[in-house]
């Protein structure tokens, strides 16, 4: 098995014909290789496409049969995600991020440690900042719920958050900015003054490895000054 | 730390419903903020069948004034509004401040106040799935000469040598909180001082909770509603971190004179630790130089360091010389 991560014995994963595609060869060739293509771009046309990519049963949890007590959760579920509702198909077992990133590919939001300890997977959840890497998708159901992608305005203008970071050159690698733009809108949505002390505060649940906060602090500050 | 392994989901809305879950399926975890469960199902060191989350049951949930004075906080309240709220934050502030010191803003705006004193230690070895005696064996690998026990015990190891990990339970323990439990048919209240148990009584769990128990709820009564509180934690980063030891000070002072006072440590044991010596030493003394010097001699007696967790103990005698020298206003 040649997936994404390390090959999970106590999951069921599907057989071949899912996962794999005869080349033209007649070779096999597992089809989640995206030779050409960006991998966002290759993540957007898996999602969209609905193609199964090798290791979804690891990702996906394809394995769960049907509910076997009927008082356990259905797994078809709504979703309001930047103000659009999608009704997905989710495992009860499945994470916000896997969810977010995967199913409706909004990849802005990153996954991190994968353990609530890094921020780089910050959503907001009816205004309220969550790690989505450590919630589960059925518990956030029927909520509103932001990523990084639905923080500017829909015509493509910046949110200030956004502007200011770019101005104070706040990112350096970019790995963390997707939790941190949303840490910092969540405050000044209910701060808008916030001192800086209170934006150390907000930003304090966002590591940083290249360890630019000090920039992403001004940038909440110069945001503060503007919205 | 990887994809969880599968499991139902139970949402139920009611607690009648959450128990006949409980009752059905053997193993069936409850969940409520899931800070501290998730972990466990990512590492794949518990693989419960079936995980019953309790959050949508609408009597769990809430902060109420209770008739003596005192709070009833719903389990299921997080620690946010737990840190934010008027009532708290007037009668018992060392509460709000400890709930506000845990982990970061996204964990305290799902993280659970009873999640907070239900879970489970942090000690490492036991985290990563080792097979001590907290997980069945018959060994400890934190309690080596080379082993890494920065964080653990001084006190009362019995085989395992871990420590409460949390915030808010030297908190409500200092508070005499008192937590309300549904055990079967029956409404059963604990005193916050036998909620957690030791390895001596029970190496496997941190709490008196069995299997299909339900935390309903703490009720902190008004007996230390308005009185002078105070609250430290020493952790190696001021986010995120778990504390290396935190105490919880609840006092009266009349005319200069300390009349009552109650003193909780955490982190230096498997259960919150009174410091009964300090109590009995300070009530009826004047805070001041002469008493901290006597607060920092008892403070820490009988600690019994491991390899690596002996500064520990001065830390935990400055906490609490820290503590009463708030009081000196
Ligand atoms: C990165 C990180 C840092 C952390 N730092 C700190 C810290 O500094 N200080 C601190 O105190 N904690 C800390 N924690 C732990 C975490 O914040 C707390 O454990 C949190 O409050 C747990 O609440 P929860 O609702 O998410 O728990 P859950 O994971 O939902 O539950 C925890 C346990 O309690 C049981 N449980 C929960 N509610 C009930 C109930 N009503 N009845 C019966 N059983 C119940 C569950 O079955 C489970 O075993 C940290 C956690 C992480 C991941
Ligand atoms: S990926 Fe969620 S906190 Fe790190
Ligand atoms: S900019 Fe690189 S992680 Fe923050």
Not at chain 1, 189 to 209: F, H, Q
Request: proline share 6%.
């Amino acid at each position: 098995m040649d997936g994404i991560g390390p090959f999970d014995p106590t999951v069921g994963y599907p057989p071949g014909p899912a996962i794999r595609e005869i080349g033209p060869d007649g070779s096999k060739i597992p089809l989640w290789k995206p030779l050409h293509m960006s991998r966002r771009a290759f993540l957007r046309g898996v999602v969209c496409s609905g193609t199964v990519i090798a290791g979804s049963a690891y990702l996906f949890s394809t394995a769960t049969a049907a509910r076997a007590d009927a008082r356990a959760v259905e797994r078809m579920l709504r979703l309001t995600v930047n103000g659009r509702t999608h009704t997905v198909d989710v495992p009860p077992n499945e994470t916000l991020a896997f969810t977010i990133r995967y199913r409706l590919g909004l990849t802005g939001t990153k996954i991190g440690c994968n353990s609530a300890e890094c921020g780089a997977c910050n959503v907001m959840v009816g205004g309220m900042t969550v790690y989505s890497c450590s919630t589960l998708t059925h518990r956030v159901r029927d909520k509103e719920i932001t990523t990084v992608e639905g923080i500017a305005r829909p015509d493509g203008t910046l949110h200030p958050v956004q502007q200011a970071f770019i101005d104070e050159l706040a990112p350096q690698c970019g790995f963390c900015t997707p939790g941190m733009v949303v840490s910092a809108v969540a405050l000044l949505n209910v701060n808008p003054k916030p001192t800086i002390e209170e934006a150390r505060l907000a930003l304090s649940g966002n590591l940083c490895r290249c360890g630019a906060y000090d920039h992403y602090l001004r940038g909440v500050m110069t945001a503060a000054e503007r919205v | 730390m990887d994809v969880m392994h599968n499991f139902e989901l139970y949402q139920p809305g009611s607690i009648a419903d959450a128990q006949a879950i409980l009752a059905d399926v053997k193993d069936a975890w409850i969940i409520a903020g899931g800070k501290d469960s998730l972990d466990w199902f990512k590492e794949r060191v518990k693989q419960p069948s079936a995980l019953v989350d309790i959050t949508g049951i609408a009597e769990l949930h809430g902060i109420a004034a209770g008739d003596d004075g005192g709070l009833w906080i719903g389990a299921t309240t997080t620690l946010t509004e737990v840190a934010e709220d008027g009532a708290v934050r007037d009668k018992f502030p060392m509460l709000a401040k400890a709930a506000s010191l845990v982990a970061s803003p996204q964990i305290r705006h799902l993280g659970t106040i009873g999640g907070n004193v239900s879970q489970d230690t942090r000690c490492l070895y036991y985290r990563d799935g080792f097979p001590c005696y907290r997980a069945g064996g018959n060994t400890c690998y934190a309690n080596t000469p080379t082993a890494m026990n920065r964080e653990h015990t001084l006190y009362e190891a019995s085989r395992c040598v871990a420590v409460t990990p949390s915030d808010t339970a030297p908190v409500l323990v200092a508070l005499e909180a008192v937590m309300l439990i549904q055990r079967g048919g029956a409404k059963v209240e604990v005193a916050a001082d036998d909620f957690f148990i030791g390895p001596d009584i029970d190496i496997t769990r941190m709490t008196v909770l069995q299997r299909g128990d339900i935390l309903l709820g703490i009720r902190v009564p008004g007996t230390w509603a308005g009185s002078h509180q105070y609250f430290e934690k020493a952790a190696d980063r001021a986010s995120w971190d778990f504390p290396l030891v935190n105490i919880a000070m609840a006092a009266r002072t009349e005319g200069g004179k300390i009349t009552a006072a109650s003193m909780v440590c955490g982190a230096v044991q498997c259960t919150p630790r009174r410091l009964s010596d300090v109590e009995s030493l300070i009530v009826g003394e004047a805070p001041g130089a002469d008493l901290e010097g006597l607060v920092k001699r008892v403070a820490a007696r009988g600690a019994r360091p491991l390899t690596f967790n002996q500064f520990k103990k001065p830390l935990m005698e400055n906490l609490a010389v820290r503590a009463v020298r708030s009081l000196a206003v």
